[in-house]
């Protein structure tokens, strides 16, 4: 096993403070307060076993699985990711073949290349309004497949993959004994009252899911696999070699967290409704820029107008507005930027005006 460099998240540790942050993923943090704690709540230590017991059930209610199906991690979806994979991938033959999105989350393809399996692209075109092509997607699926791995809602787009898709890419692999993984971490940010999740889409799906996109609680690091019990019950006995239990406080304000999610939501549906209809208008308005307009989430990515690189005018963005966004490069598309609209309403409304000052100079 080998360790690449995740190149966005060193980015993303060290770029300067920018009085308008459109680079940030998530929604705005959310307060303490609104978890609720009491003193009660402040332990060091939980009884040892495979998760914490009312954790997995409160998770198991929400996505209606059962509770063995629930695998709970203390380092949010990227190593929800990591266990989702590895669970999978670990009695795999040495020839096997991995299918990941291109444009990705990067720490989603670094995963398959740390765990030294080969991996084929699944192309998802703006053109094609990102959406998956099954013809692409079944012509990349081999006896050597063992894993295929999507986001949904799509990082960096925003684009949702539907149900029915889901079933069928879900169903291709099944014929060949692989699996799919879903990274829904930012369908959190529909809101439903009852998330869909993806794992309903077939028995081979797995998916992975925390708090800290759609509700501000990144600093949680609250994560969950959802799939089939085989690889629940892997997952933990490689939980055993690397971490062993969890970490007791955070799984009781995670536990917190979840029994006082319809208020979380509410504050986060008073975040990111605005800002979504703020998106919307902008890329109306803004004809230099081509993007698909997502349903929700908190992140969007528009293409410049030709011959403009992404990482140089988000530069520009950076040192003339003060304003951040992420180059497209770190998602394998430099024309590209990603723009987060999770922030405060005042913040994302300055920074969108400030990328048109910025085509301006630039026509």
Known sequence: MRFPIVSYLRWAKAHPAARYDLARSGAAPCPASALGLTSRDLVVTLPVSDGYAPLRRAIARRYGVDPEQVFTVSGGTSFANWFACASVLDSAPADAEVIVERPTYEPVLRVQEALGYRVRRLDRRLDEAYAIDLKRFESLVTKRTRLAIVTNLHNPSG???????????????????????????????????????????????IVSNSLTKAYGLDGLR??????????????????????????????????????RLPAIR???????????????????????????VPEGGTVAFPRLPRGVDG????????????????????????????????????????????????LDEIA
């Open 311 to 358: 990482a140089r005018f988000a530069k520009r963005l950076l040192t003339r507005y003060s304003t951040l966004v992420v180059p497209g490069s770190f998602f394998e598309s430099p024309q590209h930027i990603r723009i987060s609209f999770g922030g405060p309403q005042r913040i994302v409304a300055a920074g969108l005006a400030n990328i048109s000052r910025a």
């Open 159 to 205: 684009t949702r993959i539907g149900i029915a898709t889901l079933r069928t890419m879900a169903g291709m692999l099944r014929r060949v004994g692989a699996f799919l993984v879903v990274d829904e971490v930012y369908l959190e940010c529909l809101f439903g009252s009852r998330t869909a999740s993806c794992v309903h889409a077939g028995s081979n799906v």
């Open 222 to 259: 609250a994560g969950w696999v959802l799939g089939p019990r085989e690889i629940v019950r892997r997952a933990w006995i490689i939980q055993d070699l690397l971490a062993n239990n969890g970490v007791a406080a955070g799984e009781q304000m995670t536990l917190a967290a979840l029994r």
């Open 266 to 292: 509410r504050r986060a549906h008073a975040l990111l409704d605005p800002n979504l209809d703020r998106i919307r208008r902008f890329f109306d308005r803004e004809k230099r820029l081509e993007a698909v």
